[in-house]
Structure formats: C-alpha cells, structure tokens
C-alpha cells in the first residue's frame, strides 16, 4: 500500500511547464505508453467516494508491466489523498475473466502517453489522454504534503484556479455538462 497525494493542473501549456521544470534541474525518470482500465460494477458498484479499481499497462524502453490497484479515497480538500492498493499481475484476460464473473461488467478503456520527472521530492508527470478519454494534456504533482505541492506551483507561478482534484473518470463526466 502506498499513500499518494497529488493535484492535477489542467489548462497550461505542458510544453511551456516541461521547459521550466528542466531548466530548474528536474530529472526525467521515464517515458511510458498506458493503457489503463477503470473497472467497476452493475450490481454492486464502487461509490466514487469510496475509490475505484483499476488495471494499467505500462510499456516503457520495451519493457510491459501490468498492475491491479483499488485507489481508495482518503480525501480531495485541497489535493486528492489517496491509498493504493497495487499487486502486479501477468495475465490480463484472466484477471478481466474473474472480474466478470464476480460483477465487475463495466470497463472503461483509456490510453495516455505520461512523461514522469522527479523534482525536490515531487514526482511530476505530464500526461496526454488519447481525444476519447480527455482532450487536453495535463500535469499532476505529487507530493509527500499538500504544502510541499502548493510551494513547487505557487514557485511556477501557476495560478491555484488550474488545480484540480478530479479523477480523470470526474474530469470526463465534466466535459459531458
């Protein structure tokens, strides 16, 4: 298990955002293609308040990782506070097999291209959802505190009305309205 809190920052440019992070010495960790799946339940669903579940493929220099997580919600005041509950796994047919049989009808597919970087204790990624899943690319800053994220943003001078706590799942459903 493993604790995560973080905002998002929607509406910046991320080219413009990169360059500023390099030029402040930040350390590139990787670039990854994901294809991530949102799995929840007709008959027994998964309250947003609660968390959801999750499988992420990730393919990175050659090689692919395959991760289940239930994302359980601690809070979203101020930054999304969250446990992670992550076991890695080989096979994805079984996995979804299972998932089926036990209710779990309803996938939601998304794939995104994520730079990651690392930053004074933060980790940075910069994410681009395929057009179906969300238009826009956007940045999340994770931190070990909600202080230690708004000092690295109010250091960028990123106005605090581009952050966001939605899940991307949240985000989708606002572009809907």
Not at 121 to 138: A, E, M, Q, V
Not at 162 to 171: D, F, K, M, Q, V
Request: glycine content about 4%; hydrophobic content about 30%; proline content about 2%.
């Amino acid at each position: 298990m493993e604790r995560e809190i973080e905002v998002k920052l929607l509406n910046i440019d991320v080219k413009d955002f990169e360059n500023k992070i390099k030029s402040l010495g930040a350390d590139l960790i990787r670039r990854e293609n994901q294809k991530n799946m949102t799995i929840n339940s007709s008959n027994h669903p998964i309250s947003k308040d609660r968390g959801y579940c999750r499988i992420r493929i990730s393919e990175s220099d050659g090689k692919i990782k395959k991760y289940f997580t239930f994302k359980e919600n601690i809070s979203t005041d101020g930054a999304r506070d969250n446990l992670e509950h992550t076991i890695e796994f080989d096979d994805e047919d079984e996995l979804l097999k299972i998932l089926d049989l036990l209710g779990y009808d309803k996938i939601n597919i998304g794939t995104k291209e994520r730079i990651k970087y690392t930053f004074d204790g933060l980790i940075i990624d910069i994410d681009t959802w395929d057009k179906n899943t969300y238009p826009s690319p956007y940045v999340e800053v994770e931190g070990k505190s909600i202080e230690d994220i708004y000092s690295f943003i109010d250091k960028l001078k990123i106005d605090r009305k581009n952050i966001s706590t939605l899940s991307i799942a949240e985000l989708k459903e606002s572009l809907k309205k």
